[in-house]
């Protein structure tokens, strides 16, 4: 269910995009810049998301069931107070921000208008992920994922009201995803509260140690989720330098690569319940076992993909755009990136892992390596050497070497805890 969810919400973002096309040009510059911090959202409530997953699930695999509710509840404190801090520091500052992503000062008037909105609706949706990350810790699996499918129907089913008939533009895209983020969020936490996965009750004796550990998975996950946004602002940077027709390209193409890896981040988000609560009952076999599976079946389907958004490359692209330019560079992204999924899912995955099993600077070590000596590094290269398509090419090799540290760093991690666990490394 949770691969249904987001494959509905990827598609309403690829939906989203193709109502904004219509547009402008200038509308698809701003969403593009958008999406970079957008980025910077999404790694704080995946941050906190991991803190809850590990900790809750852990504590419940160890039958911890009303400490598991409390940590919850203090999962949902810290969260609001963050990403409140965070999205209204990005609304001051929202001009220099997108100067920096290399945005013409022509866009600060559209910019405004959307953001407004738009940080709303990525504060309403950040919390509304905690409370998805907290039901996964329980087991409760088919809420988050039907909730998901009911946001995506509503915000695909707004989006022409509000942009089109209300005339309110590229802003009614946002006021669209706020009304539907709402709606999510009523029934998340209402389920949270109505089946007592969340207590009110303050546990004074446990307050201290669960403060502290989310505090440690929190920290370095958030560290770990920063490297994703970071990325994105560099490389939308780097591409702003070909015109506002290849950011645009950019913008689209970010839409159809997190439908492509849909499946990798249904699987980060399903496995560390399953790997936190085999942790707590000490069977790290089967933890090995499944990490396997998942990485195989990724690499499988991420393959499969690739060669079918290859053959389909130039219908997609006119689909998107009927921009003679951005249709050419959506086609040369199209023929080089999708098949390094492959490898950067099974990236993704051992960083999920890790930070399921406790190990967040593990996972913090492979996403610092992933941008600093696998991606940037080949992406800058490729750009310097065959301009826009060459940073195509750099991207494609930096996911592809980004898989093989990640796997290396986490078998050695994994290796390390066995040896904790038995007193001696398990072979893998």
Same mark, same amino acid.
């Given at each position: 269910?949770?691969?249904?969810?987001?494959?509905?919400?990827?598609?309403?973002?690829?939906?989203?995009?193709?109502?904004?096309?219509?547009?402008?040009?200038?509308?698809?510059?701003?969403?593009?810049?958008?999406?970079?911090?957008?980025?910077?959202?999404?790694?704080?409530?995946?941050?906190?998301?991991?803190?809850?997953?590990?900790?809750?699930?852990?504590?419940?695999?160890?039958?911890?069931?009303?400490?598991?509710?409390?940590?919850?509840?203090?999962?949902?404190v810290i969260g609001t107070l963050v990403v409140t801090?965070?999205?209204?520091?990005?609304?001051?500052?929202?001009?220099?921000?997108?100067?920096?992503?290399?945005?013409?000062?022509?866009?600060?008037?559209?910019?405004?208008?959307?953001?407004?909105?738009?940080?709303?609706?990525?504060?309403?949706?950040?919390?509304?992920?905690?409370g998805y990350s907290i039901c996964r810790a329980h087991?409760?699996?088919?809420?988050?994922?039907?909730?998901?499918?009911?946001?995506?129907?509503?915000?695909? #089913?707004?989006?022409?009201?509000?942009?089109?008939?209300?005339?309110?533009?590229?802003?009614?895209?946002?006021?669209?995803?706020?009304?539907?983020?709402?709606?999510?969020?009523?029934?998340?936490?209402?389920?949270?509260?109505?089946?007592?996965?969340?207590?009110?009750?303050?546990?004074?004796?446990?307050?201290?140690?669960?403060?502290?550990?989310?505090?440690?998975?929190?920290?370095?996950?958030?560290?770990?989720?920063?490297?994703?946004?970071?990325?994105?602002?560099?490389?939308?940077?780097?591409?702003?330098?070909?015109?506002?027709?290849?950011? #645009?390209?950019?913008?689209?193409?970010?839409?159809?690569?997190?439908?492509?890896?849909?499946?990798?981040?249904?699987?980060?988000?399903?496995?560390?319940?399953?790997?936190?609560?085999?942790?707590?009952?000490?069977?790290?076999?089967?933890?090995?076992?499944?990490?396997?599976?998942?990485?195989?079946?990724?690499?499988?389907?991420?393959?499969?993909? #690739?060669?079918?958004?290859? #053959?389909?490359?130039?219908?997609?692209? *006119?689909?998107?755009?009927?921009?003679?330019?951005?249709?050419?560079?959506?086609?040369?992204?199209?023929?080089?990136?999708?098949?390094?999924?492959?490898?950067?899912?099974?990236?993704?995955?051992t960083v999920s892992v890790c930070n399921a099993l406790?190990?967040?600077?593990?996972?913090?070590?492979?996403?610092?390596?992933?941008?600093?000596?696998?991606?940037?590094?080949?992406?800058?290269?490729?750009? *310097?050497?065959?301009?826009?398509?060459?940073?195509?090419?750099?991207?494609?090799?930096?996911?592809?070497?980004?898989?093989?540290?990640?796997?290396?760093?986490?078998?050695?991690?994994?290796?390390?805890?066995?040896?904790?666990?038995?007193?001696?490394?398990?072979?893998?």
């Open positions: 269910m949770a691969y249904v969810g987001l494959f509905s919400i990827m598609g309403s973002q690829l939906i989203d995009s193709i109502f904004i096309a219509k547009l402008g040009a200038d509308p698809l510059a701003v969403v593009a810049f958008s999406i970079a911090i957008f980025q910077v959202v999404v790694g704080v409530q995946v941050g906190l998301g991991i803190a809850a997953t590990a900790t809750i699930s852990t504590a419940l695999g160890e039958n911890k069931l009303n400490y598991a509710r409390y940590l919850g509840n203090l999962i949902i801090i965070l999205c209204v520091g990005l609304w001051f500052f929202q001009q220099p921000i997108i100067l920096i992503l290399g945005a013409s000062s022509s866009l600060f008037e559209l910019t405004a208008l959307y953001w407004l909105p738009w940080l709303l609706s990525c504060w309403i949706g950040a919390l509304l992920y905690i087991n409760e699996t088919l809420l988050p994922g039907r909730v998901m499918v009911l946001t995506s129907v509503l915000n695909i #089913a707004l989006d022409p009201l509000f942009m089109f008939t209300f005339n309110m533009g590229l802003a009614g895209a946002a006021w669209a995803a706020c009304i539907a983020f709402l709606t999510g969020f009523i029934v998340i936490f209402y389920t949270l509260i109505k089946r007592k996965l969340i207590t009110f009750e303050v546990i004074n004796n446990r307050t201290e140690q669960a403060v502290q550990a989310i505090a440690k998975m929190m920290a370095p996950a958030l560290l770990s989720q920063f490297i994703p946004p970071i990325s994105a602002m560099i490389v939308t940077a780097l591409i702003a330098a070909y015109g506002g027709f290849a950011v #645009a390209a950019w913008g689209l193409a970010n839409r159809i690569e997190y439908i492509a890896i849909i499946l990798i981040l249904a699987l980060t988000m399903a496995l560390p319940p399953i790997v936190g609560n085999l942790k707590g009952r000490g069977e790290l076999k089967q933890i090995m076992s499944v990490v396997k599976l998942a990485c195989g079946f990724v690499i499988g389907v991420q393959i499969l993909l #690739a060669v079918i958004i290859y #053959a389909l490359a130039n219908p997609l692209a *006119h689909a998107l755009s009927e921009n003679s330019a951005i249709v050419l560079n959506l086609i040369d992204y199209f023929a080089f990136v999708p098949l390094s999924y492959a490898a950067l899912g099974v990236c993704m995955i406790g190990f967040p600077t593990t996972a913090l070590f492979i996403s610092i390596l992933r941008l600093f000596l696998c991606y940037l590094p080949l992406l800058w290269l490729g750009s *310097h050497f065959y301009g826009l398509t060459g940073l195509f090419i750099g991207m494609a090799c930096g996911n592809t070497l980004s898989g093989i540290v990640g796997w290396q760093l986490f078998k050695q991690q994994y290796n390390r805890l066995t040896m904790q666990f038995s007193g001696h490394s398990i072979a893998v």
